[in-house]
């Protein structure tokens, strides 16, 4: 986790300068952002923490919504360009399992692409439904269960077209320069973590790239309509947990 804070680190520039270009950041564009949307569709403005909120896209997205926002990742860089971007929007540097917040801070928690890099989720979801409300709720996504397992080009390819799906290992992977380390996660280990934690899940969505990308980037298209790629929820903090 440590050399994921470091790579983030070296590399911050480089990767918001990649969110900046559409062609390498139409996964998240068309892909990620569009799947977050449907899933915060009806939640009215509130108060929400962007946890793993990186350079803050998302936190502008939302602030620009009417949101009252505040985001937290644990990337010194990232949170700088955050700052410098948003100066209406307050960030902070923080693990996502220990933020600063005080327990019931928040109506809304939203954190995209961010839990894949913990191998354990229960403290993950332990310390969102400490600072969440009651009945508050939570939208976030991450690598799908299944893309792990139905391989990307670049992660090591050992002649199997599926590879096991019942485990909780690391695997890396590369993004602007950076070498990644994620945590394989089952559908059955996402769910039992966020049960544990209070939570109910309202809504799942498979992310499949929007038809408005498919003359500019074919290939994206094609492959994320046809393989899982993110996966996201969401889940609402129980009133009696
Ligand atoms: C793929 S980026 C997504 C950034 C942002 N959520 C977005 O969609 O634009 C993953 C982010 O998670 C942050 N991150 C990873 N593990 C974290 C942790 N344990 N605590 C806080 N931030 C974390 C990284 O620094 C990075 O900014």
């Given at each position: 986790?440590?050399?994921?804070?470091?790579?983030?680190?070296?590399?911050?520039?480089?990767?918001?300068?990649?969110?900046?270009?559409?062609?390498?950041?139409?996964?998240?564009?068309?892909?990620?952002?569009?799947?977050?949307?449907?899933?915060?569709?009806?939640?009215?403005?509130?108060?929400?923490?962007?946890?793993?909120?990186?350079?803050?896209?998302?936190?502008?997205?939302?602030?620009?919504?009417?949101?009252?926002?505040?985001g937290?990742?644990?990337?010194?860089?990232?949170?700088?360009?955050?700052?410098?971007?948003?100066?209406?929007i307050?960030?902070?540097?923080?693990?996502?399992?220990?933020?600063?917040?005080?327990?019931?801070?928040?109506?809304?928690?939203?954190s995209?692409?961010?839990?894949?890099?913990?191998?354990?989720?229960?403290?993950?979801?332990?310390?969102?439904?400490?600072?969440?409300?009651?009945?508050?709720?939570?939208?976030?996504?991450?690598?799908?269960?299944?893309?792990?397992?139905?391989?990307?080009g670049?992660?090591?390819?050992?002649?199997?077209?599926?590879?096991?799906?019942?485990?909780?290992?690391?695997?890396?992977?590369?993004?602007?320069?950076?070498?990644?380390?994620?945590?394989?996660?089952?559908?059955?280990?996402?769910?039992?973590?966020?049960?544990?934690?209070?939570?109910?899940?309202?809504?799942?969505?498979?992310?499949?790239?929007?038809?408005a990308?498919?003359?500019?980037?074919?290939?994206?298209?094609?492959?994320?309509?046809?393989?899982?790629?993110?996966v996201?929820f969401?889940?609402?903090?129980?009133?009696?947990?």
């Amino acid at each position: 986790m440590q050399a994921n804070q470091e790579m983030y680190d070296r590399f911050g520039v480089a990767y918001h300068a990649k969110r900046g270009r559409e062609q390498d950041s139409a996964w998240n564009r068309y892909l990620d952002q569009p799947m977050i949307e449907a899933l915060l569709a009806g939640i009215t403005p509130c108060k929400v923490a962007d946890l793993g909120c990186g350079s803050g896209l998302l936190s502008r997205w939302l602030k620009d919504r009417g949101f009252d926002v505040t985001g937290a990742d644990f990337s010194q860089s990232l949170v700088d360009i955050a700052r410098g971007e948003n100066p209406d929007i307050g960030f902070c540097v923080a693990d996502i399992k220990s933020t600063p917040y005080p327990a019931d801070s928040f109506a809304l928690i939203v954190s995209a692409l961010v839990v894949h890099y913990e191998q354990d989720l229960a403290p993950v979801f332990a310390e969102i439904a400490r600072i969440l409300q009651p009945g508050g709720q939570l939208v976030f996504s991450m690598h799908h269960p299944l893309d792990e397992v139905t391989s990307m080009g670049t992660r090591i390819d050992d002649g199997r077209k599926v590879r096991p799906y019942f485990h909780n290992d690391p695997y890396q992977f590369q993004m602007a320069g950076m070498d990644l380390t994620a945590y394989h996660h089952t559908f059955e280990n996402i769910a039992q973590a966020l049960f544990a934690n209070g939570f109910v899940i309202e809504d799942l969505r498979e992310a499949r790239m929007i038809e408005a990308a498919k003359e500019k980037f074919p290939e994206y298209y094609e492959r994320t309509n046809q393989y899982p790629s993110f996966v996201g929820f969401r889940a609402s903090l129980r009133l009696d947990r």
